[in-house]
């Protein structure tokens, strides 16, 4: 599963999050206190998560705050927030990628700011992981928006690999609030312990993913990562004091916490 790409000391990193996952008249997260210590945000498309009044005031605030953004296309699947697997077909992926990155960047346009790069939500990103044709389709959509879109996805995601091979940047991301199977996977969030529920583990996780390029999994191994940027979920019901703890800490181990250029 894993890149050719050798893990080193990172001197700098890129902290993002999922934001703008509301609608209507439900809000969900804590994405203006996030906006004090990430660097990146993924805007939810309207699919998953989102509509475009949410979208519109996402993008307001990611801009006034200087965080770079980043569409966060999802599965059409609200009940299930973009979390279930579906039975897509690499042209509906295709479709529906290119539809709402194209709705997020009029809204991005809209506001005079420039739309930096593109994450899948849920269980696309874990299906674009997994499938060359769905991480195929998927960075195609990209391409042909704007072939200057940076691509995140997991270390080792075939997404990464479709990015490259299409020429676009990849980004490797590594995950601060989720723990680590042997194989490099997430552990599912059916099973017990998907989920880091301390800010000092997290902390731990994400030093260790920098500055070791590794990180430990549920069965105690230690499995190489690249960490060029390290998520939190925003709809987690930590996500701020875990974003305030590793950001400081990053800090303060020298590690400069800035967006991508």
């Known amino acids: 599963m894993m890149l050719n790409v050798e893990a080193s000391f990172q001197s700098k990193i890129d902290l993002n999050c999922d934001f ?29 998560a989102g509509d475009p009044k949410g979208m519109r005031l996402a993008v307001a605030s990611a801009a006034a705050a200087g965080a770079a953004i980043g569409a966060h296309p999802g599965l059409p699947d609200r009940l299930g927030f973009g979390r279930r697997e579906m039975a897509v077909d690499p042209g509906d992926v295709y479709d529906d990628t290119l539809y709402q990155i194209g709705a997020l960047g009029a809204f991005v346009r809209a506001a005079g700011a420039e739309l930096r790069h593109v994450k899948p939500h849920g269980a696309l990103y874990h299906m674009a992981g997994r499938s060359e044709a769905i991480a195929d389709a ?116 020298g590690i400069r916490v800035e967006r991508p250029e």
């Open 20 to 48: 703008g996952e509301g609608y209507g008249s439900y809000s969900f997260g804590q994405d203006e206190e996030l906006l004090q210590y990430v660097t990146s945000v993924n805007i939810a498309c309207g699919f998953h």
């Open 138 to 253: 998927i960075i195609r959509a990209a391409k042909a928006y704007d072939p200057q879109l940076r691509i995140y996805g997991q270390y080792g995601s075939l997404l990464l690999s479709a990015a490259q091979m299409h020429g676009l940047q990849a980004v490797s991301e590594v995950f601060a609030d989720r723990t680590y199977m042997a194989d490099g996977t997430l552990t599912p969030r059916t099973l017990p312990g998907a989920m880091i529920e301390s800010r000092a583990s997290a902390l731990d996780q994400a030093l260790r993913m920098v500055t070791q390029g590794a990180v430990l999994t549920t069965g105690g191994e230690v499995t190489a990562v690249q960490a060029d940027t390290i998520c939190l979920h925003g709809d987690g019901p930590h996500a701020a004091a875990f974003a305030a703890a590793i950001h400081h800490g990053l800090t303060a181990a």
